[in-house]
Structure formats: structure tokens, C-alpha cells
């Protein structure tokens, strides 16, 4: 059976990583794993680093409309979702659609705004539609949100809720740029021109048909499924985290992982596409315990892994 679009959407990886987005494979690779999967993508970094650039290539490769809402302290709902303003001509309300409806949104810097604001986005990412005044409108297919989070220790920043967390797929960073490449990055500038005037490599319908495909297509072996689901009853069982990882949690590393052996071109998931996107997808889901804190996240969850026998499909 023939992988449906996975030449074009190889291309727009590699195009962004070699010529627009240099050093920031990984983080163009987890965005192109979540929008497989349906999901949502939080990059944690701090700011300059690019974070919006891959925003604006992503959305210019596949040809999708593209929204930026950039977070403050005083942004309310109603700049996220819309608003009904009234018209005197027809005397009727007629509603002012806000960024959210767009393909691909960017919610830059989400933790500089209230909680109340940031919940705005729920229904939105996990239901794909918006609720205003009891009537119900669907976001455009396909839909994604690409957030971006400063370090909480910086000045103004709002954690996340943990229902917000969960909402996004996988989490990634961007870090910095090899030496020798950020001196070169120095000397040509910023890329956000070039971007703009990218043309698109994937069609609107490519994408939804390369999703479905990735959902319904790509086997996940029961000895798979065993596998997540020991890595979800060890999280939950270690004495290091508050609450282990969710069902939604393992819902969501299946998604990553067929969407990651896609990529890799493959029908079927192996155990190493699990551990590729294990980390990026349950990460955000963990939280220590205040006398652990001194422990790292990530590097647990590495030894989770190792742990578990790894089956044989």
C-alpha cells in the first residue's frame, strides 16, 4: 500500500531545515507529528529563537490560512474567538469571526495571559468548534494551534492549567543554533520575507487525506498498545510524580506514534517510534512531587523506558 503524500510532506520538512529554519529539524519534525495526529504543538523556549518563524513556514509549505494572537495580560476572550457587534442597518447582531479561525493559529507567549483567556482555547483544540451567545460555529479543517510558552520564572508569566496542558499533543523546544550556524543566521538575517513569499507544497485536502491515512491506515499491534499502556501503569506507579500519565495520554502517544512511523515509512508501528515521541507527547502531562523536585522529568521517563521489555511484533 502506498504511503498517501508522505514525498510532499518529507519535502516541506526538509525544505524549511535546509534553507529557511537551519538547526531546528527536530522542532519542524515534532510540529509535522503533531498536525498528522491532529493535534496541537507547545513549544517552550525563550524568545528569539524562532519559534514563531516556524509557524509562518509550516503554514506557507501547506498552503493554510494562518493566525497569530500574541498574549498580554489584558487580552480577553472575545480577542480569540470574536465578537457580535451590532448593525443598525439590518438591526441584527452579526458576528466578527476572531484569529482562532484560521487553519493555523499561533498563540505567542500563551502564559502572559490570564487563566480565564487561556481557557478560551478549550472547547476550540479539543472540540475543533466555538460556542458564542448558544450558537455553535465549526474552525476550519484542518486545525491547529501552535503555542509558545516563556520559562515561568520569567516576569509576567501565568502557568498553564493542567486541562490546558493536556490539550496540546506533543511539546517541544527550539534551543540555539550551532556556533558556526547562528553566526551565519547573524549575517543573512531575519527569514521572515523569504517565508511570506514561500509557495505552498501540499494542498488543504493532501493534508486531511495524509491524516485520515495516518489514523486509519497505520497499524498499531496489540503488543504495541501493551507496551504504551506499561509505560502509562509505571508512571502512575512511581513514587516521583503526583498522577501518572492519562488515558488521554496514551491516546495520544498511538497518534504520534503512527504518526512517526509514517515519516519513517512504515504501515505498522514499532517500539522505537514509541520511544522517539514518548518524551515530546507525556511530558507536560507529569508533575513532580514537591520533595522531588530535584529530579528531572524527562530523564525519568528515559528510565521508564528502558525498563519496560521492549515486545517483539
Known sequence: MELIHREPILGVIDTLASRYLQGKIKAIRT????????GHLLIEDIPGLGKTSLALGLSATLGLDFGRIQCTGDLLPSDITGVSIFNREDNRFHFVKGPIFNHLLLVDEINRTLPKTQSALLEAMEERRVTLEGVTYKLPEPFMVIATQNPLDHVGTFPLPESQLDRFLMTTDIGYPPAALEKQIIRQGSVREDLSRIKPLL??????????????????HEKIAGYIHELLQRSRDHSGFINGISTRGGISLAAAARAQAYLQG???????????????????????RPE??????KEVLRLLLREIPVPVV
Open 31 to 38: 510540529a509535522m507529528i503533531s498536525l498528522l495526529s491532529e
Open 203 to 220: 494542498t488543504r485536502d493532501q493534508i486531511i487525506e495524509a491524516r485520515q491515512f495516518v489514523r486509519e491506515k497505520i497499524e498499531l
Open 266 to 288: 512504515r504501515l505498522f508501528v514499532v517500539p522505537e517510534d514509541v520511544q522517539v515521541v514518548a518524551l515530546a507527547v507525556v511530558s507536560h502531562r507529569l508533575d513532580l
Open 292 to 297: 522531588q523536585d530535584h529530579l528531572d522529568k
